[in-house]
């Protein structure tokens, strides 16, 4: 069974470095085809797509944060770390880490978050 | 790169079908999964864009795709079905993830 649970901090001032980390079970980021995701959700406002990070240590970002964000893996302590620079309080919202569960559809590689994690909310404010 | 549309609000009458729908370009190579996010909780998978439904999942809910556009299902829809619903594919590029606004299902 695979589980995730996200940790950091609650609360962050304007412009410190904020680091999250999912810690999980079940199965092994050094595992071919295995990913980790991170997402975000404003209140009350649509999910976005932060960062996917790949077995192979390949790393995605997305158009939202992009330039002030990294992922990294720690294997061998099952975690992933996001860090995102330079927080603001328009970055405040809940952050879920999730499970990617890569296909072939024949035409194309794909993904689908399957498990994610009860996310965690961070709140930017001086 | 490419975006994801989905109405925001859908409306059912309690037991009818409802088809709530994502459009984008990318659709014709890379394939959606379907999210549904229940007030105050995490989002959860409801369909995967490989298999369908995962365990657990009720039978009611289902999905497919023709084109550009996809379609999640719901065939008699309950009240416990009343949330946003998500779906995510990759853009053109094949390098990003992308997701669909969301769309507020409401079960009358």
């Known amino acids: 069974q695979i589980t995730l649970k996200e940790s950091g901090p609650s609360l962050v001032k304007p412009t410190q470095t904020l680091t999250l980390t999912c810690t999980f079970s079940g199965f092994s980021l050094s595992n071919n085809g295995e990913g980790v995701g991170w997402f975000r959700q404003p209140r009350g406002k649509a999910l976005e797509w932060l960062a996917l990070i790949f077995w192979d240590d390949d790393k995605w970002y997305g158009p939202v944060l992009k330039r002030r964000l990294t992922i990294s893996k720690d294997t061998s302590r099952n975690q992933v770390v996001l860090t995102v620079f330079n927080m603001d309080p328009v970055d405040t919202g809940t952050y879920y880490c999730?499970?990617?569960?890569?296909?072939?559809?024949?035409?194309?590689?794909?993904?689908?978050?399957?498990?994610w994690g009860q996310g965690t909310v961070v709140t930017v404010s001086s | 790169s490419s975006e994801l549309t989905q109405d925001p609000a859908v409306s059912v009458a309690l037991g009818q079908t409802v088809r709530i729908t994502c459009q984008g370009d990318s659709l014709t190579k890379y394939s959606v999964s379907w999210y549904q996010q229940l007030p105050g909780q995490a989002p959860s998978l409801v369909i995967h864009?490989?298999?369908n439904r995962p365990s657990g999942i009720p039978g009611r809910f289902s999905g497919s795709s023709s084109g550009n556009m996809a379609s999640l299902t719901i065939t008699g829809a309950q009240a416990e079905d009343e949330a946003d619903y998500y779906c995510?594919?990759?853009?053109?590029?094949?390098?990003?993830?992308?997701f669909g606004g969301g769309t507020k299902l409401t079960v009358l």
């Open positions: 995510n594919s990759r853009d053109n590029s094949g390098k990003l993830v992308i």
């Open positions: 864009g490989r298999y």
């Open positions: 999730m499970h990617r569960d890569g296909f072939h559809n024949g035409k194309s590689w794909n993904d689908a978050f399957d498990v």
